[in-house]
């Protein structure tokens, strides 16, 4: 497909929002660092609330449980499959392994072959998760589903503009090579939904006025791993 698009013109450049830029920007700065890494760790941590769209969206993903990248290649793991203590820029959060985007997409943008993405969450959630992983795929049934879709219209009310343009999203990413070294940093920026308006319309502008390449391509194969601090309030800040 992407010889298909390069030859009619057209880019095609999947995830221009909060999902995956950001964190995509971030792996490939990482990957500069550490160019032989093997492993690439991603963890995010995005405060004001869900949509009700995006809380749609994880409920029918449930059934399907978690993805990671292993050697080369993204398989079915269960929820929650893996849990870490992430050293965040303003503290230490415990988090569990999620389906992110980037277990599709930062192989492309790094050649990274074992990709795992966590998201914050409180142990007792971690736990609760855990617990129930083997009832999840009942909410793929049509009865379930219809309830819990019914429940997040009543209830998932989605952030507030005041809390989309005052709330900010935390990431933390790490690469580690065959003989252990590694490479960490952590990347602050604006709300998930604020930032994503941002990023999609400037993804849209390079896009028109043809500065970005024909075909498939990542955020930051597009637009340069620096990309994402092209943004207000947005920085990258390494470990010692």
Same mark, same amino acid.
Not at 108 to 116: A, H, K, L, M, R
Not at 201 to 216: D, E, M, Y
Not at 221 to 226: D, I, L, T
């Given at each position: 497909m992407s010889?298909?698009?390069? =030859?009619?013109?057209?880019?095609l450049i999947p995830a221009v929002g909060f999902d995956v830029v950001p964190s995509d920007c971030l792996a490939a700065m990482l990957a500069q660092r550490l160019p032989a890494a093997q492993r690439l760790e991603l963890a995010f941590i995005a405060l004001g609330g869900m949509s009700p769209g995006t809380t749609k969206t994880m409920i029918e993903a449930l059934p399907s449980g978690g993805r990671a990248r292993i050697n080369g290649v993204i398989r079915r793991v269960p929820t929650a499959w893996k849990t870490m203590e992430v050293p965040f820029r303003h503290g230490k959060l415990m988090a569990m392994s999620i389906p992110w985007g980037d277990v599709a997409s930062a192989y492309?943008?790094?050649?990274?072959?074992?990709?795992?993405v966590y998201t914050s969450a409180p142990p &007792? =959630?971690?736990?609760?998760m855990r617990r129930?992983?083997?009832?999840?795929?009942?909410?793929?049934?049509?009865?379930?589903?219809?309830?819990?879709?019914?429940?997040?219209?009543?209830?998932?009310?989605?952030?507030?503009?005041?809390? %989309? &343009? &005052?709330?900010?999203?935390?990431?933390?990413?790490?690469? &580690?090579?065959a003989s252990?070294?590694?490479v960490s940093a952590t990347l602050e920026t604006l709300s998930g939904y604020h930032l994503t308006t941002l990023t999609a319309?400037?993804?849209?502008?390079?896009?028109?006025? %043809? =500065?970005?390449?024909?075909?498939?391509a990542t955020a930051s194969?597009?637009?340069? %791993?620096?990309f994402i601090l092209n943004f207000p309030d947005t920085d990258i800040e390494w470990a010692a």
């Open positions: 010889d298909r698009a390069k =030859q009619a013109g057209v880019a492309y943008s790094t050649g990274i072959p074992n990709i795992e &007792t =959630q971690i736990a609760r129930i992983r083997f009832a999840l795929p009942l909410l793929g049934s049509w009865p379930l589903k219809t309830l819990a879709m019914e429940w997040v219209d009543r209830n998932v009310k989605g952030p507030s503009d005041e809390v %989309r &343009t &005052t709330a900010r999203s935390s990431l933390w990413g790490r690469v &580690t090579n252990g070294k590694s319309v400037a993804a849209l502008q390079l896009s028109i006025a %043809r =500065q970005v390449p024909c075909g498939f194969q597009a637009f340069g %791993r620096e």
